[in-house]
């Protein structure tokens, strides 16, 4: 993935100001950041959620920035994990993840299934196909979240700050399986406030502020021996 010259505006508010960075496949790169600094808007904007208002965004060889660019085909190759799970409360846990399979990528019931039920086992969830949301908690909707998204066989994965509306004791499941995810080669772009995960996980860490990427580097680099000042307040009321 490839991001250049990246700019967004929402009417006279620049959100993003020139945001150029890239993550080559296999690699996972977190993106840490004050509140407002534009990280999810970032990620927004590698899938088109949001249109950039300037820029090239490149995924898997595909210009997503392309005003010709089937941008459905695009986003099947893209798995987003947001903050909230974003379920179907009316949906089984099976069915959450077989409803995209079937409707976008045409797979039949039992293909579908199939393909459903090895993910909800990679993510320590076999026994809860038949469960609904509702039945289950935070850390088990977010990791179903996360087999739903991998039933689409994405190339890349997005997480936006996936474990921040958890109870404390249901992030380190969570955490497990995207690091997990990570080891078997995952392409991974993650937001996220956890330091650790950051420091034992990411390939890169990219520290933003204001809609620019003030630095990034390697975890020992950024958070280990930050160079920027906004790099060390922001660090030393996270960590
Ligand atoms: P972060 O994820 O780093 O907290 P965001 O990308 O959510 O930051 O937001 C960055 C800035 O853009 C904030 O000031 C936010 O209010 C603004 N913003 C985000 N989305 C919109 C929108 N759809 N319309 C107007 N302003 C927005
Ligand atoms: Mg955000």
């Known amino acids: 993935m490839d991001v250049q ?23 996972v790169v977190c993106v840490i950041g004050p509140s407002g600094s534009g ?3 970032l ?12 820029g090239r965004v490149v995924v898997a060889g595909t210009e997503v920035t392309d005003p010709d660019v089937d941008i459905d085909r695009v986003r099947r190759r893209i798995g987003m994990v947001f903050q909230a799970f974003n379920l ?16 976008v990528l045409r797979r039949d019931r039992g293909e579908a299934e199939r393909i459903a039920r090895a993910n909800l086992e990679r993510v320590g969830l076999s026994d809860k196909a038949g469960s609904y949301p509702a039945q289950l908690s935070g850390g088990q909707q977010q990791r179903v979240a996360i087999a739903r998204a991998l039933s689409m066989e994405p190339e890349l994965m997005l997480f936006d700050e996936p474990t921040s509306a958890l109870d404390p004791e249901l992030v380190g499941d969570v955490l497990a399986v995207m690091r997990a995810l990570a080891q078997e080669g995952m392409t991974m772009l993650v937001v996220t406030h956890e330091m650790s995960f950051a420091r034992e996980v990411a390939d890169r860490v990219v520290f933003m502020d204001g809609g620019v990427i ?5 975890p020992e680099q950024v958070v280990g021996a930050p160079q920027h000042e906004r790099t060390r307040t922001f660090l030393a009321r996270v960590l």
Request: hydrophobic share 40%; with cysteine.
């Open 5 to 27: 010259g990246l700019r967004k505006a929402f009417g006279e508010l620049e959100v993003l100001r020139g945001i150029d960075f890239s993550v080559a496949r296999g690699e």
């Open 39 to 41: 990280k999810s808007t």
């Open 43 to 54: 990620l927004r904007c590698v899938n088109l959620l949001e249109e950039p208002s300037a």
């Open 88 to 103: 179907f409360p009316h949906l089984t846990a099976l069915e959450n993840l077989t409803i995209a399979q079937r409707r």
């Open 214 to 218: 003030v630095e990034e580097g390697t």
